[in-house]
């Protein structure tokens, strides 16, 4: 079952000029910093109850990260919906429906994309985080 | 105070065509379909617990909404965050920070744009919406 929405990416050139800025606007500061190797990004999360925001830096050419900013420049980068049980969500929407194998995301969430065309150019995510 | 992700938006070129893209991977039918007249817009939602997927297709030229098709294509268009209050927030993040004067949003809310140059790029509103 899709339950909410369990974070809101967005892609920056420089996390050092983008987190006051975001810090202001959300009036509160960030709860933590983090690196994903595999994927290139550097990150910042801000909790806002239910969701996090979360900005990420691209540190190499190469991925799709870098790639999004290349084209689209900083902005909005992907949505990812809870669910209690990603292969139940599989099963139901078919591997044809996503893009790429399962992979981990921060905090060890499990994620799988959905392919960019199923859903008119919105970069779409399912997410099984155990709670985080 | 900023509480929450009220809704966020998503630019379609057709409604008719996105809405059983997006009913099937949310799970879920919409819950309404509603028109904005002065926006240009025609919309349907998507209730995700605390927070609404909103669908918006331009429906005229010369509108902000069109103005973004045009120029970025289909996708994500617009994060809302919702405050208790409004005036409140104004006070506090000052004038220069946002981008035109208040305007009502579907259902009475309340909004104000942030400007587009506060963000990275990225398209923010703060939203008073009495709880819906």
Same mark, same amino acid.
């Given at each position: ?7 809101? =990416? ?5 996390l #050092?000029? #983008?987190?006051?800025?975001? !810090?202001? &606007?959300? =009036? ?16 910042a %999360? $801000? *909790?806002?109850?239910?969701?996090? &925001?979360?900005?990420?830096q691209?540190? %190499? ?5 870098? #790639? ?5 420049? !900083?902005? $909005? ?14 099963? @139901?929407?078919? !591997?044809?429906? $996503?893009?790429?194998?399962? @992979?981990?995301?921060l *905090? ?9 065309? !199923?859903m008119?150019? #919105? ?10």
């Amino acid at each position: 079952m899709i339950q909410r929405i369990h974070h809101i =990416n967005f892609i920056v050139r420089d996390l #050092a000029s #983008a987190i006051p800025a975001w !810090e202001r &606007i959300l =009036n509160r500061p960030i709860t933590s910093r983090d690196r994903l190797e595999e994927r290139g990004v550097d990150i910042a %999360r $801000f *909790d806002l109850g239910q969701t996090w &925001i979360v900005l990420v830096q691209p540190t %190499r050419s190469g991925t799709i990260p870098a #790639a999004h900013l290349e084209r689209y420049g !900083e902005g $909005f980068f992907l949505m990812s919906l809870e669910t209690d049980s990603l292969p139940d969500e599989v099963r @139901r929407l078919g !591997e044809a429906t $996503f893009d790429g194998p399962q @992979r981990r995301g921060l *905090d060890d969430w499990l994620v799988r994309d959905i392919g960019i065309a !199923e859903m008119q150019g #919105a970069r779409v995510q399912l997410v099984e985080s155990g709670g985080t």
